[in-house]
């Protein structure tokens, strides 16, 4: 399946900080790239996807940006908040999924 | 609207018996199913997958099996558990033709002990 690697593990900022979350992979077919996020105890949930034909999307204060030649992806977190506290995951592209490690976020008040 | 179900939520279970956890999907058909292993702290383990009735496709080699005798049911089981096999077991579907999105919506859960 795809490889995919997940930077860093964990992440801890300061409530009102940005940060960055970054995910490799190895497929340079892929055309598709999404986030989840799993709080403490549910299910993951999708924030937020990108597909091959843009660099970069937003919505409010996350955005992922996507550099194909270099086969990564970041998710950006602005003004990071108290609820943005959880396990984010990047998916490699396509349908079947292997999920990178996931990267613990910690917002301090 | 689509949901997705599993059951039981949760679960005690001691080493060396059998396994049976079950998750349906409504609202959509022809989904492609997924099961996934979560230990504590840790990522996602795809365990596998199904893209149609009878059709499986393992990740792990593991002591786990998974059917999937309808459209929208697929099971996951186990005829002796291990204490390995703790973890949070995650039902997940995704529209199979990724027209509309290859997001993947995962069902609530099942937290099995194995004691």
């Known amino acids: 399946g795809e490889n995919v690697e997940q930077h860093p593990s964990t992440l801890s900022v300061q409530e009102g900080d940005s940060a960055v979350i970054k995910c490799t992979y190895s497929d340079s077919a892929s055309n598709y790239f999404p986030w989840y996020k799993q709080e403490l105890g549910k299910r993951p949930q999708l924030i937020i996807d990108?597909?091959?034909?843009?660099g970069e999307k937003k919505d409010q204060r996350i955005a992922v940006t996507l550099n194909k030649t270099a086969k990564h992806f970041s998710l950006h977190i602005t003004e990071t908040q108290p609820e943005d506290s959880a396990v984010y995951f990047c998916?490699?592209?396509?349908?079947?999924?292997?999920f990178g490690g996931g990267t613990r976020l910690m917002v301090k008040p | 609207s689509q949901t997705i179900h599993q059951w039981p939520a949760t679960l005690v279970q001691p080493v060396g018996s059998p396994l049976s956890l079950e998750c349906t999907v409504e609202?959509?058909?022809?989904?492609?199913l997924y099961w996934y292993r979560q230990a504590a702290g840790r990522g996602l383990q795809l365990l596998f997958y199904?893209?149609?009735?009878?059709?499986i496709s393992s990740e792990v080699p593991q002591n786990l099996s998974a059917s999937r005798p309808q459209d929208r049911q697929f099971i996951l089981s186990s005829k002796k558990l291990l204490l390995s096999d703790s973890g949070f077991y995650l039902c997940?579907?995704?529209?199979?033709?990724?027209?509309?999105?290859?997001?993947?919506?995962f069902g609530p859960g099942t937290r099995l002990t194995v004691t």
């Open positions: 609202g959509t058909s022809n989904p492609n």
């Open positions: 997940a579907w995704s529209d199979r033709s990724g027209r509309i999105s290859y997001e993947q919506y």
């Open positions: 990108i597909r091959s034909n843009v």
């Open positions: 199904s893209v149609g009735i009878g059709q």
């Open positions: 998916a490699p592209p396509d349908s079947m999924l292997t």
